[in-house]
Every structure is written in C-alpha cells, then in structure tokens.
C-alpha cells in the first residue's frame, strides 16, 4: 500500500465548500491527527538524524525472517516464478484466483505514488545512496512477505460456495489460539481489522486527491483545466464510478482488472525510464558509483551516512508495505492446497515494486541529476520525476501523468477490498456490511479528490503503521509455524512429492489432482 506519510501531500482544493471543510478538518480534527503521527513516528536520534521507530521495526523484522528461513527469499525465487507460471497449482485447488491474479491484485496496492514521488523525494533528502539502502531494505522485506502471506493461506476461511476470506486478523485469532494465547489473539485481530478498516479509506482519499491534482496540472491552463480545477468532484465521481464497476464484483473481479492493469503500467513506466537511461549511458556508471559510495559516505546531504540508510529503509518500508499485513489479505483467496506457495509467491512483491520500480525511478533521477539543487518544500517529487522524463523528450510528462492515474486508481481497487475485508471481520462476513464499507469507501473516494482532508489523511496514514506494530508481534509469534511449513515443503519439493502439473508420477499417472 502507498501512504502518504513523507510525500508531497499539497492539496488545493479552490472551491469555497471544499475550502470550509479543510478549515474545519484542520481545526477540530487536525491535533488529534497530530498527536497520533507524533507517537507513530516517534523518532530517536542517532549520529545527528532522527530514526523512526517503526521504521526500525520493520526492518528487523525482515532481517529476521531472511536469517529465520535461511534466505529462503533468494533459494526460492525461480520456484516463486514456476508457481505464478502455473506449473504447480492442480484442477482441484481450492480458492478464487490464481497467483498470477493474486500477486497482481497485491503490487496494485504497492506500486503507486510512492515508486514515483516518495523515491525522488527520498534522494533529494538522502543522497543518492538512500538506493543503495532501499535495496537492501526491500530484499530484507521479501522475507517478512512470504512469511505473513503463507499464514494467511494457512489459518484462511474458505466456505462451501468456494469464496474465501482471510488476512493477519484469521491468522492473529486462531494462529495465536493454537499456540495458547487466544485472549492476546483475539485483541490483535480486532485491533488490526479496525486499523485496516480506517487506513484504507484514508489512503483511498489520499489517491484520489493526487490522481485529481495530476490529471488538473496536465490539463494546463485552457478551458478544459479551469473547469477541471473549479469541478475536481466532478473527476472524484468519474472515478468513483468506474472504482464501483470493479469492486462490486468482488476479488474476481479486482484481480481480472489488476492483472491486466499491473503489468500494463508497470511495463509502461519502467520503459519510460529505460528510455531516459538509454539516452544518458554513458552517465550510468557514474550514477551507480554515486549510489553505492552515497550510502557509505554521502557528502551534502541531510544526516550523512545514517541519513541516507534511514531515508532508503523509510521509502522501501513505505512502498512495498512488508510487515503491514494488507497484502496477505489478497493473498489469502489464491487457488492452492499448500500454504507456503503463496509465500514463495509474495516474495516477488517487493522484488518487483522496491528493487525493480523504485530502483528504475532512483537512476532516472540520478542519472539526469535533477535532484540536486531541489528543494522538496518548494517542489512535489512527482514534479522532480516529471523533470527527469521532460530533460529527454518534452512530451515525456504526459507518459507519466498516465502511469500517476494507472498506479494511483490501481490502489484505490486494491484498498477498497483490504479495507472491506477488515470492515467485514468486525460487523460480519457477509455481503450487506460489506456493500455497505463499499458504499462509504467510493464517498471518500469523491471526497478525497475535492478536499484536501489532510488531518484526515494524516491520521488514516497513522493508523497504517499501527497495522505494522500489531501485524509483526504476531509473525514473532508464529515464527516456529512458519519455518516449520516451508521447511517441510521444501523438503517435499526437492525429493519429488511435489511435482508440476502434468507430470508422469512414478506410478504412471499423471500428478495433477493434488500438489502432492
């Protein structure tokens, strides 16, 4: 999931309505959401930059994992890539979607406004060694996703029609209760959901407003973008509309929309930016070089050495969420008989949004060197991409403008059933409480992009990182459960019980009807 935290949140909402209730948020609202931040993002500080405590938090946790699983995340990789290939899920697998669709449906939530204004934001702060440090951070995070997505397959509901439910909260209560901490369980599962339900809406709002703001800047200053600008409801309920089409038909049809999507813009943007790095090649080694001795001994940045770490860990945490728990959640309605699968098969999601996409955008800034001299109180870090893009083409802008709207509507089908799920955990697993979280989530949708909301935004991105304390001390938890599952599949993966599809058995048939 993308938050806003540590973007360039500037709404500027010009009507006199949308104006009036900002100044309201921000009045009764506004110290509330202040205070939260304050203790979410309580920071310490170390050799003069101040370290988020959270931040730490999910880190080590994905340290831990890698180490736990014995880099389990770099062993599996190619087998992660046969699972979404199909070649090991069987006719009879129980579930909604296959993990293709899943692990679409997840990186729709993750690849976002973030791989494009949280990085630039993030090496114009950090130096270009915030990279170097993003990297290691989002390898460290592929561990933290197997382990929480293989749970939530694990400890998942799956009813007689075949739909499935599950996430951190199904794995929280009953994960914890078989160790014998059912009390602690069930407080962490209600407190999860609840946080899940209120994120979500925030961050839905927080999309809609960029998604509004981009689609006004590009519109430029002609009829066409003054109506845009006075009329920003008016692309909220445009959105809204076209969000309601595919959300009302549930995860299958999120993951059929998200799975053509995803790697539409993914394609989309990562060509962009190899079409800048291509014309700056001879610029590329002394791009890497500055990245690799930024992160040891960056000069002229904020924090030195410990600013750039700092900085790399807080946009790779951010961007690929690992350790939140909201990925689990589309995770946990794959086609599969073996938990761990999924796991394999998460790991690839912050390879592809933290190593692969935030990296593309890292070197397109570098490379140009537009992030030197830039202020990112004067200018939004989407305007600091935007330049990179423009320095080669003047009509590259555009190309990025469609990959803003693509990412940010992307996440906003993502959220709405994280959020309903959380939504349906605490008042019901059914349909009418979910329609109904459907019904206020496309409001905020239309809200978010008239208003600024930023109290409200603040507190909903506040609220997020709680998921992450709460998520963590459960997979602590269930560490044993977890190195158990994959250790004993693996096992079974490389002695021959688990085969392809397809494949002759040594009994003559074909494997197939199971994964065994």
């Known amino acids: ?79 992660a890539v046969d699972l979404v290939r199909g070649k090991y899920t069987p006719a009879d697998a129980q579930g909604e979607v296959t993990h293709f669709q899943a692990l679409a449906t997840a990186l729709s939530s993750t690849v976002g406004l973030g791989n494009i204004a949280g990085v630039a934001v993030a090496i114009t702060i950090g130096g270009p060694g915030a990279a170097f440090w993003m990297v290691f951070a989002g390898f460290v995070g592929m561990s933290t996703k197997m382990a929480e997505c293989m749970l939530a397959v694990k400890y998942r509901h799956v009813r007689e029609d075949g739909t499935v439910s599950g996430g951190p909260m199904y794995y929280l209560r009953d994960g914890l209760a078989e160790l014998g901490f059912a009390r602690i369980g069930k407080f962490l599962a209600v407190a999860w959901a609840a946080f899940m339900m209120i994120a979500a809406l925030g961050t839905n709002a927080f999309q809609a407003n960029q998604a509004t703001q981009q689609l006004v800047g590009v519109s430029g200053d ?49 060509l962009a930016c190899l079409t800048v790095l291509l014309t700056h090649l001879a610029d590329i080694p002394g ?57 394999f098969v998460a790991s690839l999601e912050p390879f592809v949004d933290t190593i692969i996409v935030c990296s593309m955008t890292a070197m397109t800034i570098v490379v ?59 008042f ?48 602590y938890f269930l560490a044993r459960v977890v190195r158990r599952e994959f250790t004993n599949y693996w096992r079974d993966l490389h002695s021959g019980d688990i085969r392809e599809v397809g494949e002759i058995s040594e009994t003559g048939g074909r494997v197939g009807a199971s994964e065994r």
């Open 287 to 343: 791009a890497i070089g500055e990245i690799v001795t930024g992160a040891f001994s960056p000069e002229g940045v904020a924090g030195g050495a410990v600013g750039a770490l700092i900085v790399g860990f807080q946009r790779a945490t951010f961007s690929n969420s690992a350790g939140v728990g909201d990925a689990p959640i589309a995770h946990s309605v794959v086609k599969t008989n073996r938990p761990p699968t999924e796991g």
């Open 428 to 475: 019901g697993d059914r349909a009418k409480p979910e329609m109904v979280y459907k019904g206020v989530f496309l409001c905020f949708t239309v809200i978010g992009a008239a208003s600024a909301l930023g109290p409200v935004i603040l507190f909903a991105d506040s609220v997020f990182f709680l998921l992450a304390l709460v998520n963590v001390i459960g997979l």
């Open 368 to 426: 140009t060197g537009t992030w030197k001299g830039s202020d990112v109180a004067d200018v939004s870090g989407i305007t600091l991409t935007s330049r990179s893009f423009e320095s080669v083409v003047g009509w590259f802008p555009y190309v990025l403008a469609v990959a803003v709207l693509l990412f940010a509507f992307s996440t906003i089908l993502s959220n709405s059933y994280y959020g309903m799920k959380g939504f349906g955990y605490l």
């Open 1 to 79: 999931m993308t938050t806003p935290f540590s973007l360039d949140f500037a709404a500027t909402p010009t009507t006199s309505l949308a104006g009036s209730v900002d100044d309201a948020l921000e009045k009764y609202f506004g110290p509330l959401a202040d205070w939260l931040a304050d203790v979410v993002f309580y920071s310490v500080p170390v050799f003069g930059t101040e370290v988020p405590l959270i931040v730490t938090w999910l880190v080590i946790c994905g340290m831990f994992f890698t180490i736990w699983l014995k880099f389990l995340n770099v062993r599996g990789m190619k087998h």
């Open 222 to 270: 002609g009829s066409l973008g003054a109506w845009l600008d006075a009329n920003r409801w008016a692309v909220g309920v445009a959105m809204a509309v076209l969000a309601a089409a595919v959300i009302i038909g549930g995860i299958k049809s999120i993951a059929r929309v998200t799975s053509v999507m995803v790697p539409f813009m993914a394609v989309l943007y990562v």
